[in-house]
């Protein structure tokens, strides 16, 4: 089940404090533009310095988002991309800077990016998240039905035991520092928000992919409470949503559910301080499983479903407020 908590910690800062100025930031839209610009630079021989110089019209939510257009050096990309894939679906496309000895399967957040090409056939816009993102936000089980079919499409999933390892090493370097025996490199690191403090401080001016509600209608035929992906233009002490237009119903189709179910989680996760029972949050929750389109694909029953529900409570206490733990 896909709860991106990006969504919904930026829904909860503009539900419980109106007149914040937030913003989600996410990194996935960066390395679709990348893969973009490899694809032109391939095709076309001419080299593109700046993956900024590829063009593009965002629109979805955080981790499940899409190009409606996009274009690098004044052409368009789609028919580029089109072709590519007829040309490379079976292997893919991977970056050359990494070398013909590359392992992708060894890497657990790199992909040969082929369930985006496979969406661009079925969908005719350009999925831009990893390839591991978009396979969890799918309905169905055709990308996560088992280990071998994700080995299929070639993309990685990324083990508890990494996140364990990872969060183990960031932990030392912290104490590392905070005891200066290591010091912090003063370079660049190539990461998009600098550029937006850059920009919020007045110093230059940018646009980029952001999340926000939908309340300036960004996408007109979404809900206003929803917390959507598009461009926005940064400022001097601003942010400025740019309309990306009308969603295609075929995406909006596949996107909704996942609003809605951002909605109950939001309410289940309030609620339970404020007015809402216990019973009444743990039925938002037990209904935002059944509704998740991937859930679906494996047909759970009521019962593996508040078993599941109750499992992920139980692992999670010692994060929630005393009213989560108490006896039904």
């Known amino acids: 089940m896909k709860w991106n908590p990006m969504s919904i910690l930026v829904k909860t800062l503009y539900e419980i404090y109106p007149g914040i100025k937030a913003f989600g930031c996410c990194h996935e839209v960066f390395g679709t533009q990348k893969v973009l610009r490899g694809i032109f630079e391939e095709t076309t021989g001419e080299k593109v310095d700046d993956w900024h110089d590829v063009h593009i019209n965002v629109t979805g939510i955080n981790h499940f988002t899409w190009f409606t257009e996009a274009s690098c050096h004044g052409r368009d990309l789609f028919p580029m991309y089109r072709k590519y894939i007829d ?30 090409m496979d969406l661009f056939n079925r969908y ?42 990872d969060l183990k090493a960031r932990l030392a370097r912290s104490e590392r520092l905070l005891n200066k025996e290591e010091e912090i490199p003063l370079e660049s690191t190539g990461e998009e928000d600098v550029l937006l403090m850059k920009a919020l401080l007045g110093l230059t001016r940018v646009i980029s992919n952001v999340n926000l509600p939908n309340s300036a209608l960004q996408i007109p035929n979404l809900p206003e409470s929803a917390v959507v992906e598009t461009n926005a233009v940064f400022a001097k002490n601003s942010v400025r949503p740019v309309s990306a237009g009308e969603m295609p119903e075929n995406l909006k189709e596949l996107i ?39 859930v679906k694909g494996h047909h759970p029953s009521a019962e593996e479903i508040a078993r599941l529900v109750k499992d992920m409570i139980a692992n999670t206490s010692a994060y929630l407020p005393d009213e989560w733990k108490a006896a039904e």
């Open 87 to 116: 040309e490379h679906f079976d292997e893919g496309w991977s970056d050359s800077s990494l070398g013909k000895d590359w392992d992708w399967a060894g890497d657990v957040f790199s992909c040969k990016h082929r369930v985006k």
């Open 124 to 165: 005719g816009a350009i999925a831009a998240a990893g390839d591991r993102h978009l396979a969890e936000f799918m309905p169905g089980n055709e990308y996560l039905n088992d280990r071998e079919t994700v080995r299929s499409w070639n993309f990685s999933l990324t083990p508890v035991s990494w996140r364990k390892d």
């Open 256 to 294: 909704t559910p996942h609003i809605e179910n951002h909605e109950r989680i939001f309410k289940a996760a309030y609620g339970i301080n404020h007015g809402l029972s216990r019973k009444e949050c743990l039925n938002l929750v037990e209904e935002s499983f059944r509704n998740d389109p991937l």
